[in-house]
């Protein structure tokens, strides 16, 4: 017995609660095609994600450590992992589709210049004249025109409900700008999924890489509740937090706080009695979220991680210099356009000469970057 695409559909529909998405529902792909016989539509656009290059180079983009500053620090690779892990947890849980879920969490970060947000600060600037850059949007350029994998068609031809997922993608730090794709309707709950599971992640997964690096100390946590509450829960106090320690603090921190999460959004399902997933997209509010009590605890750990993580002099010092190199970059690739790999150069005329070097710098990782400049700018390495 085997599990062709129709029996995979029927099992969705059998499995989902009424408000998840079902692949078989699909508006489609823009460019057409047949789909696969063993795979539905969001597990394909799962695997077109995980073989592009943008998603490899990943692995060598900023989280908030530089990726040289240590093999153990989390990169935007395992950033990207654990967002889909928690979405799929969140989505499994509610009844919600996990290859959807999934599909978005894998693509939401793709358009991620290097050096993490202090990379995107840079562009944003230099692009002020030319529509600015935003690296939620650069991740849907990304799978819709500018990874080249196919003949037929630009980018990866994915599902609408991906896209859309992609577009109305917000977090705290990303707000969506969704004119081309319902802008009235809000997302999805599996959009919503990995929204809330890229913030969890992000929160929790700092804190970890904060504590192992020692910018963070655990006395400067006395006091912030959910700190408090993972003290309490391991009867722990004291001024060392061991390796096997750190790793329980934070696995139960993601526990409680998905556990929130799912306790919260089904008591308001419960109450609004949804019956499909445009009933979600139509409600005013988003139903997957915290409780308040949660929503309050993450707030104060979000200032926190801000004020004592973020602003480190030693996180600051690696931005400065991180936006120097950006900047060197593009006022470079501006003034003498012919440094440029001439596949870089062939696109100038299609996207204009300031997006071509955007999208290029953009698409590097931290080491590439570091490794460009000094072959611009230092005369003793060869070019």
Same mark, same amino acid.
């Given at each position: 017995?085997?599990?062709?695409?129709?029996?995979?559909?029927?099992?969705?529909?059998? =499995?989902?609660?009424?408000?998840?998405?079902?692949?078989?529902?699909?508006?489609?792909?823009?460019?057409?095609?047949?789909?696969?016989?063993?795979?539905?539509?969001?597990?394909?656009?799962?695997?077109?994600?995980?073989?592009?290059? *943008?998603?490899?180079?990943?692995?060598?983009?900023?989280?908030?450590?530089?990726?040289?500053?240590?093999?153990?620090?989390?990169?935007?690779? #395992?950033?990207?992992?654990?967002?889909?892990?928690?979405?799929?947890?969140?989505?499994?849980?509610?009844?919600?589709? !996990?290859?959807?879920?999934? =599909?978005?969490?894998?693509?939401?970060?793709?358009?991620?210049?290097?050096?993490?947000? @202090?990379?995107?600060?840079?562009?944003?600037?230099?692009?002020?004249?030319?529509?600015?850059?935003?690296?939620?949007?650069? @991740?849907?350029?990304?799978?819709?025109?500018?990874?080249?994998?196919?003949?037929?068609?630009?980018?990866?031809?994915?599902? $609408? !409900?991906?896209?859309?997922?992609?577009?109305?993608?917000?977090?705290?730090?990303?707000?969506?700008?969704? @004119?081309?794709?319902?802008?009235?309707?809000? /997302?999805?709950? &599996?959009?919503?999924?990995?929204?809330?599971?890229?913030?969890? *992640?992000? =929160?929790?997964?700092?804190?970890?890489?904060? +504590?192992?690096?020692?910018?963070?100390?655990?006395?400067?946590?006395?006091?912030?509740?959910? $700190?408090?509450?993972?003290? &309490?829960?391991?009867?722990?106090?004291?001024?060392?937090?061991?390796?096997?320690?750190?790793?329980?603090?934070?696995?139960?921190?993601?526990?409680?706080?998905?556990?929130?999460?799912?306790?919260?959004?089904?008591?308001?399902?419960?109450?609004?009695?949804?019956? @499909?997933?445009?009933?979600?997209?139509?409600?005013?509010?988003?139903?997957?979220?915290? =409780?308040?009590?949660?929503?309050?605890?993450?707030?104060?750990?979000?200032?926190?991680?801000?004020?004592?993580?973020?602003?480190?002099?030693?996180?600051?010092?690696?931005?400065?210099?991180? &936006?120097?190199?950006? /900047?060197? +970059?593009?006022?470079?690739?501006?003034?003498?356009?012919?440094? +440029?790999?001439?596949?870089?150069?062939?696109?100038?005329?299609?996207?204009?000469? &300031?997006? #071509?070097?955007?999208?290029?710098? *953009?698409?590097?990782?931290?080491?590439?970057?570091?490794?460009?400049?000094?072959? +611009?700018?230092?005369?003793?390495?060869?070019?």
């Amino acid at each position: 017995m085997y599990y062709d695409r129709q029996k995979l559909e029927e099992i969705e529909e059998k =499995s989902l609660a009424p408000y998840g998405v079902r692949s078989k529902n699909s508006k489609g792909r823009k460019y057409g095609g047949s789909e696969p016989a063993y795979r539905t539509a969001f597990q394909r656009d799962r695997d077109r994600v995980l073989h592009t290059t *943008a998603f490899r180079r990943l692995e060598y983009k900023t989280q908030v450590f530089f990726n040289y500053e240590g093999d153990y620090f989390r990169t935007r690779l #395992t950033h990207t992992l654990e967002v889909a892990q928690i979405g799929r947890t969140l989505a499994r849980a509610l009844g919600a589709n !996990e290859d959807l879920t999934e =599909s978005i969490c894998l693509a939401h970060d793709l358009g991620h210049p290097a050096f993490g947000h @202090s990379g995107e600060v840079a562009l944003n600037r230099l692009m002020r004249d030319h529509n600015g850059f935003d690296h939620n949007k650069q @991740s849907v350029r990304i799978v819709t025109k500018l990874e080249e994998r196919y003949p037929d068609f630009p980018g990866l031809n994915l599902t $609408w !409900e991906v896209r859309e997922g992609m577009v109305k993608h917000e977090s705290e730090y990303d707000i969506s700008d969704a @004119s081309d794709y319902d802008p009235e309707l809000r /997302g999805n709950l &599996e959009t919503q999924i990995a929204n809330v599971a890229d913030e969890l *992640a992000y =929160s929790a997964h700092d804190l970890d890489d904060g +504590l192992r690096s020692g910018m963070i100390t655990p006395d400067q946590l006395e006091g912030i509740a959910l $700190w408090e509450i993972l003290a &309490e829960h391991y009867q722990w106090r004291g001024p060392l937090l061991d390796d096997m320690m750190r790793h329980r603090f934070i696995r139960h921190l993601v526990g409680i706080e998905v556990s929130d999460v799912v306790d919260a959004t089904e008591a308001r399902l419960k109450e609004l009695n949804v019956d @499909s997933p445009l009933a979600i997209q139509k409600l005013p509010f988003n139903v997957l979220a915290h =409780s308040e009590d949660m929503v309050r605890r993450n707030r104060e750990l979000k200032d926190f991680l801000y004020s004592k993580l973020y602003r480190h002099p030693r996180v600051v010092r690696m931005q400065v210099k991180a &936006e120097r190199i950006i /900047g060197d +970059l593009f006022n470079a690739y501006l003034d003498e356009p012919t440094i +440029l790999p001439y596949h870089v150069q062939t696109q100038a005329e299609k996207r204009g000469i &300031e997006r #071509t070097v955007c999208d290029y710098i *953009a698409g590097m990782t931290d080491r590439y970057a570091v490794d460009e400049h000094r072959k +611009l700018f230092d005369p003793f390495i060869k070019p």
